[in-house]
């Protein structure tokens, strides 16, 4: 993380100064139930971050306390994901490791009073829950023996109850303004197969009274979470006090991270995976880390981009061409330069000798002349783009059209003297004539062209599809609008074009790209292999971003 301070540094540092700590402690706690997003990514930084900065360690842990849910892929995925973006854990954990020690916490909460076991279905339980002016209202089965408590939990873990049959409650305030604090639930019935212990368990803890616990189980000192668990903090702490552990974690909240035109909910998410509005969790139109990494962001932008995006306790939206804005800082002076020509124009040059081909030096990066340089053929019959020609173009066109000339990057100028049209008037090929005293490098200034094109040698081309990408979700703002009680929901927000597949050609030099190799496609943008469609026959290409965005920091 960058040097910049913030409220969650400035505590930590107090609390080690003073001797509160000695030791700092994170954790990363996802529920295996999905694949990690660029929110996640903020928290891996985060607690990664602020861990290594202090020679601390950070767990990562998975929160896997709902069998119905969760899945071993999404365990491996998410191990996968924080691996990439450049952490190390210092222990693996799962909440499943305590499962035994949470249930004798629990005992313990109803030896003491603190814990019952309840009849009331989750209706009846919602209903006495009552409402943020209003009180709740107690279970009648609230003031049952310790003695009974004991023996019903006990045959809940023996399996001789249905689901929902019977729930453990926490005993606490039915009046509390705190609606987290009127009796939660904190164990259910769920006769389910887990993917960590099998068949062994039959009822499992609650997220909100087993998170407590694995943080002083694990001796976490500085337990944090985004602000929608501040609410949690009351009964967190509560879990910790009356549950008699040793280590006292203390919750931080902080405001998690929102993008413009991004679905940032899980559960939104799995909807489009599910329905097939996107190829996979890993879609490149996805802001899953998966998504991303095969769409060609890198650890290292994601990682600033956090940075840059602060961590406050506000809720705040960012502009998604701020993490655009830092993989082109990235890739700038690590990605080859390359030419690809997305929709293909023939073009045929009348003067040039037919059989021959000459190889043009052109370096790699202009930014970063270590790379080097690189040989293109070039010859008689080239590809160039058919949004460079119009045959009747507007005032300040400087491109290709009759009698106008342009040059050809690393190549020569070249004058549009022919078009050819089909027999339904659509343009297929050009001629032209080039001047051979043009040539790049030589020095030549006998003359200015205002336009240079990028092309592909034809008969050295490389066939390769291009992917282009748009925001997946065409309003800013519509992701909520299913909360906020209008008719529509985020699905029809979706953009239907947001995928754009062309077929084209690149550089002969390009043809033992691998996956997830990137380049600068002159003109077009940054790119990146795919590793999932990409062939031995065929190379596919993901745009990662534009050359150019009018995002400023």
Not at 98 to 106: G, Q, S
Not at 278 to 284: F, S
Request: charged letters at 30%; hydrophobic letters at 35%.
């Amino acid at each position: 993380m960058e040097e910049n301070s913030n409220f969650i540094k400035t505590i930590i540092k107090e609390d080690l100064e003073s001797g509160k700590r000695n030791k700092v402690v994170t954790r990363f706690p996802p529920e295996p139930n999905g694949y990690l997003h660029i929110g996640h990514a903020k928290s891996i930084v985060i607690n990664f971050g602020l861990a290594d900065e202090f020679n601390g360690q950070t767990n990562l842990r998975f929160d896997d306390t709902n069998p119905l849910k969760e899945d071993q892929e999404f365990v491996d995925s998410i191990k996968e994901d924080v691996a990439w973006l450049g952490y190390e854990w210092e222990n693996l954990r799962y909440a499943s490791d305590y499962f035994e020690e949470m249930y004798e916490r629990a005992v313990l909460l109803i030896k003491k009073g603190k814990a019952f076991v309840d009849d009331l279905s989750a209706d009846q339980i919602r209903e006495y829950r009552g409402t943020l002016t209003e009180p709740g209202k107690e279970s009648p089965f609230r003031n049952r023996s310790i003695e009974e408590n004991l023996d019903l939990f006990e045959r809940m873990r023996k399996g001789e109850f249905a689901n929902g049959e019977k729930v453990l409650r926490a005993k606490i305030d039915m009046a509390s303004p705190n609606i987290n604090l009127r009796d939660p639930v904190i164990y259910r019935i769920s006769h389910t197969s887990h993917h960590n212990t099998g068949d062994k368990w039959c009822i499992y803890p609650m997220y909100a009274f087993a998170h407590p616990l694995e943080d002083a189980i694990e001796g976490v000192t500085h337990s944090l979470c985004t602000t929608e668990f501040e609410d949690q903090r009351p009964f967190y702490n509560w879990v910790v006090a009356e549950c008699d552990m040793e280590n006292i974690p203390q919750q931080i909240e902080f405001g998690r991270l929102n993008i413009t035109n991004t679905v940032m909910s899980k559960r939104k998410l799995k909807q489009l995976v599910e329905e097939n509005y996107v190829d996979g969790w890993d879609d490149p139109r996805l802001p899953t880390i998966s998504g991303l990494r095969r769409r060609g962001f890198t650890p290292e932008a994601i990682r600033e981009f956090v940075a840059a995006a602060g961590v406050s306790k506000g809720y705040s939206t960012v502009d998604a061409q701020m993490l655009e804005h830092f993989v082109r800082e990235d890739l700038k002076l690590k990605a080859p330069r390359t030419m690809g020509v997305l929709k293909p124009l023939k073009v045929v040059i009348t003067n040039y000798p037919e059989g021959e081909v000459e190889w043009l030096d052109a370096e790699i990066n202009p930014e970063n002349p270590e790379m080097g340089t690189r040989k293109i053929p070039f010859s008689r019959e080239i590809y160039v783009e058919q949004d460079d020609f119009m045959e009747d173009p507007p005032k300040k066109y400087f491109r290709l059209f009759p009698g106008n000339e342009v040059r050809l990057k690393h190549a020569y100028f070249i004058k549009c003297e022919e078009v050819i049209k089909d027999e339904k008037g659509n343009v297929v090929e050009l001629r032209c004539t080039y001047d051979p005293e043009t040539k790049s490098g030589t020095g030549f200034t006998g003359r200015k062209v205002k336009g240079t094109l990028h092309w592909v040698d034809a008969t050295h081309a490389i066939p390769a599809e291009f992917r282009l990408y748009e925001p997946l979700i065409l309003d800013a703002d519509k992701e909520a609008s299913e909360e906020e009680g209008e008719d529509k929901t985020f699905l029809d927000y979706v953009n239907q074009n947001s995928l754009e597949i062309l077929q084209g050609f690149i550089e002969p030099n390009m043809k033992e790209a691998k996956a997830q190799d990137k380049f600068q496609f002159f003109r077009h943008g940054y790119f990146n292999v795919d590793l999932k469609h990409t062939t031995e026959e065929k190379l596919v290409f993901n745009r990662i971003v534009s050359l150019k965005s009018s995002f400023k920091l």
